[in-house]
Protein backbone atom coordinates (compact mmCIF):
# COMPACT_ATOMS: atom_id res chain seq x y z
CA UNK A 1 0.00 0.00 0.00
CA UNK A 2 1.39 3.36 -1.16
CA UNK A 3 2.12 5.70 2.10
CA UNK A 4 0.81 9.58 1.81
CA UNK A 5 3.07 11.14 -0.82
CA UNK A 6 4.63 14.74 -0.67
CA UNK A 7 6.38 16.92 -3.00
CA UNK A 8 8.33 18.88 -3.14
CA UNK A 9 10.43 17.09 -0.53
CA UNK A 10 12.90 20.43 -0.20
CA UNK A 11 11.76 23.92 -1.60
CA UNK A 12 14.28 27.22 -0.93
CA UNK A 13 12.50 30.69 -1.45
CA UNK A 14 13.15 34.11 -1.00
CA UNK A 15 11.48 35.51 1.57
CA UNK A 16 7.63 37.52 -0.11
CA UNK A 17 8.08 34.49 -2.49
CA UNK A 18 4.49 33.02 -2.94
CA UNK A 19 5.27 28.87 -1.96
CA UNK A 20 2.88 25.72 -2.65
CA UNK A 21 3.03 22.39 -1.05
CA UNK A 22 1.15 19.12 -2.34
CA UNK A 23 -0.26 16.16 -0.92
CA UNK A 24 -1.93 12.80 -1.62
CA UNK A 25 -2.84 10.98 0.82
CA UNK A 26 -3.26 7.45 1.59
CA UNK A 27 -6.36 5.82 -0.56
CA UNK A 28 -9.25 5.62 1.17
CA UNK A 29 -8.49 8.66 3.92
CA UNK A 30 -11.19 10.64 4.26
CA UNK A 31 -9.05 12.97 7.15
CA UNK A 32 -6.23 14.64 5.75
CA UNK A 33 -3.82 17.10 7.98
CA UNK A 34 -1.45 19.35 7.73
CA UNK A 35 1.25 19.98 10.57
CA UNK A 36 4.19 22.32 10.73
CA UNK A 37 7.36 21.02 12.58
CA UNK A 38 9.63 23.50 13.41
CA UNK A 39 13.50 22.86 14.31
CA UNK A 40 13.64 21.06 17.88
CA UNK A 41 9.86 20.82 18.02
CA UNK A 42 7.33 18.60 17.64
CA UNK A 43 4.40 18.61 15.08
CA UNK A 44 2.01 21.38 15.18
CA UNK A 45 -1.33 21.54 13.39
CA UNK A 46 -2.16 23.93 10.76
CA UNK A 47 -5.50 22.50 9.25
CA UNK A 48 -7.68 19.29 9.05
CA UNK A 49 -10.06 17.94 6.77
CA UNK A 50 -12.54 15.52 6.70
CA UNK A 51 -13.51 15.13 3.20
CA UNK A 52 -13.08 18.20 1.36
CA UNK A 53 -14.10 20.64 4.70
CA UNK A 54 -11.45 22.06 6.72
CA UNK A 55 -13.15 20.71 9.96
CA UNK A 56 -10.38 23.07 12.10
CA UNK A 57 -7.95 25.67 10.67
CA UNK A 58 -7.78 27.62 13.87
CA UNK A 59 -4.43 27.20 13.86
CA UNK A 60 -3.62 28.22 10.24
CA UNK A 61 -2.22 32.10 9.88
CA UNK A 62 -5.02 33.08 7.24
CA UNK A 63 -3.47 35.85 6.13
CA UNK A 64 -0.94 34.70 4.41
CA UNK A 65 -1.34 30.71 4.56
CA UNK A 66 -4.37 28.88 2.36
CA UNK A 67 -4.96 25.38 1.60
CA UNK A 68 -7.95 22.97 -0.48
CA UNK A 69 -8.65 19.61 -0.92
CA UNK A 70 -10.93 19.68 -4.10
CA UNK A 71 -12.96 16.30 -4.45
CA UNK A 72 -11.71 15.14 -1.07
CA UNK A 73 -8.10 13.58 -2.21
CA UNK A 74 -5.53 15.21 -2.76
CA UNK A 75 -4.87 18.71 -1.24
CA UNK A 76 -2.64 21.71 -1.63
CA UNK A 77 -0.99 24.31 1.28
CA UNK A 78 0.11 27.65 -0.22
CA UNK A 79 2.12 30.66 1.53
CA UNK A 80 1.98 34.14 0.07
CA UNK A 81 3.97 35.98 0.89
CA UNK A 82 6.58 33.84 2.34
CA UNK A 83 8.33 35.46 5.67
CA UNK A 84 11.70 33.84 7.39
CA UNK A 85 9.97 32.32 10.29
CA UNK A 86 8.29 30.13 7.62
CA UNK A 87 11.24 27.76 7.55
CA UNK A 88 9.53 24.61 8.77
CA UNK A 89 9.18 21.15 7.72
CA UNK A 90 5.66 20.94 6.62
CA UNK A 91 4.07 17.41 7.31
CA UNK A 92 1.14 16.23 5.35
CA UNK A 93 -0.74 13.04 7.19
CA UNK A 94 -3.73 11.19 6.90
CA UNK A 95 -6.19 8.72 8.59
CA UNK A 96 -9.70 6.93 9.01
CA UNK A 97 -10.51 8.75 11.18
CA UNK A 98 -13.81 10.63 11.96
CA UNK A 99 -15.64 13.22 14.47
CA UNK A 100 -16.37 10.64 16.92
CA UNK A 101 -13.03 7.97 16.86
CA UNK A 102 -9.59 8.63 16.76
CA UNK A 103 -7.69 6.49 14.22
CA UNK A 104 -3.77 6.55 13.27
CA UNK A 105 -2.50 8.93 11.68
CA UNK A 106 0.10 8.39 8.82
CA UNK A 107 2.62 10.82 7.79
CA UNK A 108 4.22 11.73 4.92
CA UNK A 109 8.07 12.60 4.75
CA UNK A 110 7.48 16.07 4.42
CA UNK A 111 8.03 19.37 2.66
CA UNK A 112 11.48 21.13 3.85
CA UNK A 113 10.91 24.77 3.25
CA UNK A 114 13.79 27.63 3.83
CA UNK A 115 13.13 30.75 3.11
CA UNK A 116 16.05 33.52 2.80
CA UNK B 1 -6.15 20.44 27.81
CA UNK B 2 -4.43 17.40 27.04
CA UNK B 3 -0.80 17.61 26.77
CA UNK B 4 2.58 15.76 26.84
CA UNK B 5 6.22 15.86 28.54
CA UNK B 6 9.08 14.50 27.41
CA UNK B 7 11.26 14.47 30.38
CA UNK B 8 14.68 14.25 28.36
CA UNK B 9 15.41 16.01 25.26
CA UNK B 10 18.67 14.06 24.06
CA UNK B 11 19.04 10.26 25.87
CA UNK B 12 22.39 8.33 24.88
CA UNK B 13 22.95 4.71 25.14
CA UNK B 14 24.97 1.63 23.98
CA UNK B 15 24.05 -0.78 21.73
CA UNK B 16 23.14 -4.03 23.09
CA UNK B 17 21.76 -1.94 26.30
CA UNK B 18 18.13 -1.03 27.71
CA UNK B 19 16.30 1.83 26.40
CA UNK B 20 13.82 4.32 28.16
CA UNK B 21 12.13 7.23 26.76
CA UNK B 22 9.70 8.86 29.60
CA UNK B 23 6.90 10.77 28.74
CA UNK B 24 4.12 11.75 31.14
CA UNK B 25 0.97 13.13 30.26
CA UNK B 26 -1.97 15.60 31.12
CA UNK B 27 -5.55 14.62 30.36
CA UNK B 28 -9.01 15.24 31.84
CA UNK B 29 -10.35 12.04 30.72
CA UNK B 30 -8.73 8.68 29.67
CA UNK B 31 -6.37 9.23 26.80
CA UNK B 32 -5.01 7.69 23.80
CA UNK B 33 -1.14 7.82 23.50
CA UNK B 34 0.90 7.13 20.79
CA UNK B 35 5.06 7.08 20.19
CA UNK B 36 6.30 8.28 16.93
CA UNK B 37 9.61 7.63 15.64
CA UNK B 38 11.20 10.17 13.37
CA UNK B 39 13.95 9.24 11.41
CA UNK B 40 16.50 11.79 9.55
CA UNK B 41 14.59 13.31 6.42
CA UNK B 42 11.84 10.56 6.68
CA UNK B 43 7.94 10.59 7.94
CA UNK B 44 6.37 10.10 11.51
CA UNK B 45 6.35 6.68 11.32
CA UNK B 46 4.12 5.05 14.24
CA UNK B 47 5.30 2.89 16.95
CA UNK B 48 2.64 1.96 19.48
CA UNK B 49 -0.13 3.05 20.65
CA UNK B 50 -2.90 2.96 23.66
CA UNK B 51 -6.36 2.98 23.56
CA UNK B 52 -7.56 2.24 27.08
CA UNK B 53 -6.95 -1.69 26.39
CA UNK B 54 -3.91 -3.48 28.00
CA UNK B 55 -1.59 -1.17 30.06
CA UNK B 56 1.23 -2.42 28.69
CA UNK B 57 1.31 -2.03 24.49
CA UNK B 58 3.75 -4.02 22.46
CA UNK B 59 5.01 -1.82 19.14
CA UNK B 60 7.39 -2.61 15.99
CA UNK B 61 10.46 -2.94 16.41
CA UNK B 62 10.56 -4.82 20.01
CA UNK B 63 9.53 -1.14 21.67
CA UNK B 64 6.86 -1.75 23.90
CA UNK B 65 5.16 1.12 26.69
CA UNK B 66 3.50 1.09 29.86
CA UNK B 67 0.32 3.01 30.80
CA UNK B 68 0.56 3.89 34.50
CA UNK B 69 -2.71 6.29 35.22
CA UNK B 70 -1.50 6.80 38.97
CA UNK B 71 1.98 8.33 37.50
CA UNK B 72 0.53 9.83 34.59
CA UNK B 73 3.24 8.20 32.32
CA UNK B 74 3.51 6.71 29.36
CA UNK B 75 7.29 5.49 28.76
CA UNK B 76 8.75 3.70 26.17
CA UNK B 77 11.21 1.43 26.88
CA UNK B 78 13.02 -1.26 24.84
CA UNK B 79 15.95 -4.08 26.25
CA UNK B 80 18.28 -3.90 23.57
CA UNK B 81 18.96 -1.33 21.65
CA UNK B 82 20.43 -0.95 18.11
CA UNK B 83 22.13 1.25 15.89
CA UNK B 84 19.40 1.70 13.88
CA UNK B 85 17.35 3.07 16.28
CA UNK B 86 18.42 6.37 16.31
CA UNK B 87 16.26 8.75 16.12
CA UNK B 88 13.85 11.13 17.39
CA UNK B 89 11.06 10.10 19.11
CA UNK B 90 7.50 12.29 20.20
CA UNK B 91 5.12 10.95 22.79
CA UNK B 92 1.58 12.00 21.71
CA UNK B 93 -1.85 12.34 23.21
CA UNK B 94 -4.79 12.63 21.28
CA UNK B 95 -7.03 15.37 22.75
CA UNK B 96 -11.22 15.96 22.05
CA UNK B 97 -11.37 19.49 20.59
CA UNK B 98 -14.76 21.17 19.39
CA UNK B 99 -13.97 20.11 15.74
CA UNK B 100 -12.59 16.26 16.55
CA UNK B 101 -9.48 14.59 17.78
CA UNK B 102 -6.58 16.31 17.37
CA UNK B 103 -2.82 14.95 17.91
CA UNK B 104 -0.71 17.00 20.83
CA UNK B 105 2.61 16.22 20.29
CA UNK B 106 5.86 16.52 23.13
CA UNK B 107 8.85 18.38 22.18
CA UNK B 108 10.72 14.95 20.99
CA UNK B 109 13.87 13.13 22.44
CA UNK B 110 16.55 12.67 20.15
CA UNK B 111 18.10 9.10 21.19
CA UNK B 112 21.75 8.53 20.23
CA UNK B 113 23.25 4.81 20.01
CA UNK B 114 26.61 3.92 20.39
CA UNK B 115 29.12 1.46 19.25
Known amino acids: EAGVVQSPRYKIIEKKQPVAFWCNPI?????LYWYRQNLGQGPELLIR????????DSQLPKDRFSAERLKGVDSTLKIQPAELGDSAVYLCASSSETFLSTDTQYFGPGTRLTVL | AQSVTQLDSHVSVSEGTPVLLRCNYSSSYSPSLFWYVQHPNKGLQLLLK??????LVKGINGFEAEFKKSETSFHLTKPSAHMSDAAEYFCVVSALTNSGYALNFGKGTSLLVTP
Open chain 1, 49 to 56: YENEEAVD
Open chain 1, 27 to 31: SGHNT
Open chain 2, 50 to 55: YTSAAT
